[in-house]
C-alpha cells in the first residue's frame, strides 16, 4: 500500500486518491493508542442504508458480533463497527456504518456517504414499501457518494418466507436494472451475510485494481500483488431458506 | 410548574443581550407545581396515576425523569474518605440511565416516550449521551426529541483527564474521534439536533454547576445554532451564561409540558432544575 501512494496528487486516478485519502486519515489514527489492530494494509469504508427496520443493524451485528436479537430498537443517527477481513494475505479494515433509515436522519446519514467505497442497499423482502424505496436509495447513492462506489442490493428477512411480499426475481430483475449486484439474506438465520461483505469487498478490489490497470500513472506504483489474483468464486444469490 | 429561584445576578449587561437573541422563553407563564416531588422507590408504581390524560402522561415522564435526578444527586459529591475509589463520570451518567430506564419501564411508557442510550461510537459521533424521543403511533417513529449531554463539574472532568491519560483507546474509538476532530462536543450535539430540526432538541445536562455543585440543572434548546455567527463556537462557557440572570428553572414536569405543547417551528430555550 505504500508503494500505491507514492506518486504525486497531480497524477493520480480519483480512485486511487480517494484510497489515499482515506489511508491518510487512518494514518492518523495508528499509533494514538494500543486499543485495537492498528496494522493493516487497507482500509474500506462501507455503509448500510435503507428504509428503517429492513434489518440493517441486527445486519451488522451478526457480521460483526456473530449475534442477533429480535428486538427492534430503531438506530439514532450513526453509528459503525469495525471488522477486519484477509484476502490474499492482505489485510482489509471495513469501517461499517450503520446509518438510520427514517427520513428525519437524512440530512446527518447522507454527510457520511462522502468517501464511502462500498454499499449495502437493503430492503425487506416482506415489506414493499421498502423494496420501492430502492430506487430512491440508489438515487440518494449517486447524490451523495462518488462514481465509483460499490453496490450490493440485499433483501433482507429472507426467513420469513410466509410472509414474503418480494419475489426473488423481483429483487434481482431491480438489481440488474440498477447496475448492482444482489443477495437475499437473513441476519436472524445468519444466510449470506458474510458473502455480502466479501462480494462487496471484492467489488471494490476489482475496480481498484481495475483502476490500477488502466490508469499509466497508476501503474508507476502498482503493488506487488493484486487483491484480484484468486478472486473466490461468486457466492449464489438467492436465499438458500 | 417553574419554580422561583434566587437569581444568579449577572452584571455583565453584555452577556443579557448577547443571550436575549437566543432566549425564546415559552409565552406560556409556568404553571404551579406543587406535586413535584418525586416519588421513589416501590411507591411510584403504586402511586402513579393512569396515563389516560396527556397532563398524566407529561407527569408520568416527568416524575421518572425527577426520580433519576434525586438518586443520582445522592452521589455526585461522594467521595471515598480514603480517595482510593473513584468511579468515573460515565458511572453517574450510568446511575441516572439505569434509574430512569427502570421507572419508564415501570410505568410501561418505553412504547411512547423511549430513552435510547447512545454506543460509545454515537457518543462521540453525535455528541449525546442518550437521546429520548416521543413516539408516533402506530410507526413509533420520532415526533419530537430530546438528547442529552452529561456535563460534570469541570475539577470532575479535570481529575478524570488526568487519570485517563495515557490509557489505551479502542480501535473504534479513536476512528470516531477522528471523524468528528472539527468540532467539540457541543458543537456536535447541536450539529445533529438542528440537522433533524426544530423539534428535535439538545438538553445540556449539568450534574451540579459552579455555585450549586449538589444539584442537578440543565439547559435545553432548540435553538443553539443561533449562537453560530454570532460568536466563535458553542463550549462550555456559552451553554452556562445562560444560567445567569435567569428568573426561573422550570421543573421537569414544566419543561415536558412546554415542549408538548410548544408550535412546530418555534424556537424554545428552557432552564431546568432537575433535582
Known amino acids: 500500500m505504500t508503494a500505491l501512494l507514492s506518486s504525486p496528487q497531480s497524477c493520480l486516478h480519483p480512485l486511487r486518491r480517494q484510497f489515499e485519502r482515506i489511508m491518510a486519515a487512518t494514518q492518523d489514527v495508528k499509533g494514538k493508542g494500543e486499543g485495537g489492530d492498528q496494522n493493516f494494509d487497507y482500509m474500506f469504508k462501507l455503509l448500510i442504508i435503507g428504509n428503517s427496520s429492513v434489518g440493517k443493524t441486527s445486519f451488522l451485528f451478526r457480521y460483526a458480533d456473530d449475534a442477533f436479537t429480535s428486538a427492534f430498537v430503531s438506530t439514532v443517527g450513526i453509528d459503525f463497527k469495525v471488522k477486519t477481513v484477509y484476502k490474499n494475505d492482505k489485510r482489509i479494515k471495513l469501517q461499517i456504518w450503520d446509518t438510520a433509515g427514517q427520513e428525519r436522519y437524512r440530512t446527518i446519514t447522507t454527510a457520511y456517504y462522502r468517501g464511502a467505497m462500498g454499499f449495502i442497499l437493503m430492503y425487506d423482502i416482506t415489506n414493499e414499501e421498502s423494496f420501492g424505496a430502492v430506487q430512491d436509495w440508489s438515487t440518494q447513492i449517486k447524490t451523495y457518494s462518488w462514481d465509483n462506489a460499490q453496490v450490493v442490493l440485499a433483501g433482507n428477512k429472507c426467513d420469513m418466507e410466509e410472509e414474503r411480499v418480494v419475489s426473488v426475481d423481483s429483487g434481482r430483475l431491480l438489481a440488474e436494472q440498477l447496475g448492482f449486484e444482489f443477495f437475499e439474506t437473513s441476519a436472524k438465520d445468519n444466510i449470506n451475510v458474510k458473502q455480502t461483505f466479501e462480494r462487496l469487498v471484492d467489488l471494490i478490489c476489482d475496480k481498484m485494481s481495475e483502476s490500477l490497470d488502466t490508469d499509466p500513472a497508476v501503474t508507476t506504483g502498482a503493488p506487488t500483488a493484486k487483491l484480484t489474483d484468486s478472486a473466490p468464486p461468486l457466492q449464489q444469490p438467492g436465499c438458500n431458506c | ?275
Open chain 2, 1 to 275: 410548574m417553574g419554580q422561583k429561584i434566587s437569581i444568579t445576578n449577572s452584571n455583565n449587561t453584555q452577556d443579557s443581550r448577547f443571550l436575549s437573541f437566543l432566549k425564546r422563553f415559552s409565552p406560556q407563564k409556568p404553571s404551579l407545581d406543587k406535586n413535584m416531588s418525586p416519588r421513589t422507590g416501590m411507591f411510584a408504581k403504586l402511586t402513579a396515576p393512569s396515563a389516560n390524560k396527556p397532563n398524566d402522561f407529561t407527569r408520568l415522564i416527568s416524575n421518572s425523569i425527577s426520580f433519576a435526578s434525586t438518586r443520582t444527586k445522592e452521589y455526585l459529591l461522594f467521595k471515598d474518605p480514603e480517595g482510593k475509589f473513584q468511579p468515573s463520570l460515565q458511572t453517574l451518567t450510568q446511575v441516572f440511565l439505569m434509574n430512569y430506564i427502570t421507572q419508564s419501564v415501570n410505568l410501561d411508557l418505553t412504547d411512547t416516550f423511549n430513552c435510547t442510550a447512545m454506543t460509545p461510537e454515537q457518543r462521540i459521533l453525535l455528541g449525546a449521551d442518550w437521546v429520548w424521543a416521543i413516539l408516533k403511533k402506530p410507526t413509533k417513529n420520532p415526533k419530537i426529541q430530546i438528547a442529552v449531554q452529561v456535563l460534570h463539574l469541570p475539577e470532575r472532568e479535570e481529575a478524570e483527564e488526568r487519570a485517563t491519560a495515557g490509557k489505551p483507546i479502542s480501535e473504534s474509538i479513536q476512528m470516531a474521534q477522528m471523524e468528528s476532530r472539527n468540532k467539540n462536543m457541543y458543537e456536535r450535539i447541536v450539529d445533529f439536533c438542528t440537522s433533524i430540526g426544530k423539534d428535535c432538541y439538545a438538553l445540556f445536562l449539568f450534574f451540579g454547576k459552579r455555585d450549586d455543585k449538589v444539584n442537578i440543572y440543565g439547559v435545553l434548546s432548540n435553538n443553539f445554532e443561533a449562537a453560530v455567527g454570532k460568536c466563535d463556537k458553542i463550549d462550555r462557557a456559552l451553554i452556562e451564561n445562560f444560567f445567569k440572570g435567569s428568573r426561573y428553572f422550570h421543573t421537569p414536569f414544566g419543561m415536558m409540558q412546554t415542549i408538548f405543547t410548544k408550535k412546530t417551528e418555534e424556537a424554545l430555550t428552557l432552564m431546568i432544575k432537575f433535582s
